[in-house]
């Protein structure tokens, strides 16, 4: 299956007010095929990297504002997005430690509404994964398709010099986010005062992890390739 289809996929499974925020993979694939329509016969296809000789097309210089654009509102939400989600872990955290009080018995009940709590956070904080994972992606694969049919050479070093510095690239917080999360859930878990978590929670998380990991494998061979680039 083709990433773009991947993709919307993907955004259908994530939370819907995150729907505007994810690369428009469509539109630039759009603008991509918009540059090839408006080339003049006789233009010679250029296999360039120079900067300067890329400026020279107007055409190009929108499709590269747009992408910055886009990178721009993407990385902006996800940081609003860690900042939200450490202030969530902090309160189920809070809930966790105040059950553990000593001296304090609570019913079937509190506990597996805290278990709940937990469970939504780290379905939560996996799609953040996520979020990062197929964005990454989406810049990549977008880039290619434009070198490709183009003929211009712009990827490596867009990858290698703005994409490989933004913080849908290298997240430690959401990762130790999600560490964290799947010690307390696996925590509450084994208390005999807990209900057992649904066949379908447990399907859809173990969906997502799986998703990520996938995901991640192309994620991490661009990450190399710029690297040896460099």
Known sequence: MKFGKNLIQVVDLSNPEWGQYWINYKYLKRKINEIIEHRSPDQPVVHSSDPKEIAKNAAE???????????????????????EFTIRWERVWE???MLQEKGVVHDKNTWTRLLMACVRFYKDV??????AIMNYCGFSKILKKHDKVT???TRDAFMRNV???????HYPIVLELIRKSEQLFH????MDSVMPLQDDERLFIDAIRDMNYQASLHGRF???ITRILI
């Open 61 to 83: 210089v929108e499709f590269f504002i747009l992408i910055r654009k886009e990178l721009k509102k993407t990385s902006e939400f996800f940081k609003r997005c860690q900042e």
């Open 126 to 131: 996996l799609l953040l994964e996520n979020f």
């Open 187 to 190: 925590s509450i878990q084994t």
């Open 222 to 224: 661009c990450e190399i």
């Open 163 to 169: 994409m490989n510095h933004q913080n849908i690239t």
């Open 95 to 97: 809930s966790y430690l």
């Open 151 to 153: 003929g211009y050479i």
